[in-house]
């Protein structure tokens, strides 16, 4: 079974401070993604990346940047965290195009 | 611009009745289709798929419907049990691009 890791469940951070999403797949998938979700808004976009150290804006990258180093592992970072970036965060996999994302069990962030 | 869109916020079935689940598109070029389930504070868990070559296709106790021609899928759960209550999302992509787009969910309640 493919298996998504997202390094917290919960984080609580202040406004201004910079903050680290880190995600790890044990699939040797290429393709990695970054989604916030929020009610009545379903699943959106930030960031993802097809390869090693390529990356592609998503639907709603500002605020928003990422790194991919090493195939397995895919960071999303918040620069200057505000209140509206409170929500949660959903890592995913995938191996190939058209087939299944493999989601992580998400980040709780609250920004106050 | 909602690309894909799923009209009912929620859904309440009673147990061993068929739940069927809506999702509407608008992109013609869309040619995977995908239905997760979610519980709360977990990820979104991936159910079952359907290629545009496809009307039909099935998992066990889930279905999934796709009308091209309505730009519409459908998923159905018979018979429906108290553990598939969680919210569902439907997703959408097309060849040559990486990232699917996710309706807003509909949550879905079997009573007992």
């Known amino acids: 079974d493919v298996k998504v890791t997202q390094s917290s469940r919960y984080l609580v951070k202040r406004t201004g401070e910079k903050v680290f999403l880190e995600c790890v797949q044990d699939m040797d998938h290429e393709n990695m993604f970054w989604y916030r979700q929020d009610p009545g808004l379903g699943l959106r976009l930030i960031y993802f990346s097809y390869d090693v150290k390529m990356k592609e804006k998503g639907d709603i990258p500002e605020g928003y940047s990422v790194s991919r180093e090493k195939k397995e592992r895919f960071s999303l970072i918040l620069e200057s965290a505000s209140t509206n970036q409170t929500s949660m965060y959903l890592c995913?996999?995938?191996?190939?195009?058209?087939?299944?994302?493999?989601f992580g069990n998400g980040t709780r962030l609250t920004v106050t | 611009d909602q690309q894909v869109k799923q009209n009912s916020p929620s859904l309440s079935v009673q147990e061993g009745r068929i739940s069927i689940l809506n999702c509407d598109y608008t992109?013609?070029?869309?040619?995977?289709f995908l239905w997760y389930k979610k519980y709360p504070a977990e990820g979104p868990t991936f159910l079952i798929s359907?290629?545009?070559?496809?009307d039909k296709n099935e998992d066990g106790r889930f279905t999934v419907f796709l009308n091209k021609s309505a730009k519409h899928l459908s998923l159905h759960i018979v018979p429906s049990q108290p553990g598939d209550s969680a919210v569902y999302f439907c997703a959408a992509g097309f060849s040559g691009t990486y990232k699917y787009i996710f309706g807003t969910g509909t949550r879905l309640k079997v009573l007992a």
């Open positions: 992109n013609s070029m869309f040619d995977y």
């Open positions: 359907i290629s545009s070559i496809k």
């Open positions: 995913a996999s995938r191996d190939i195009t058209n087939s299944p994302l493999h």
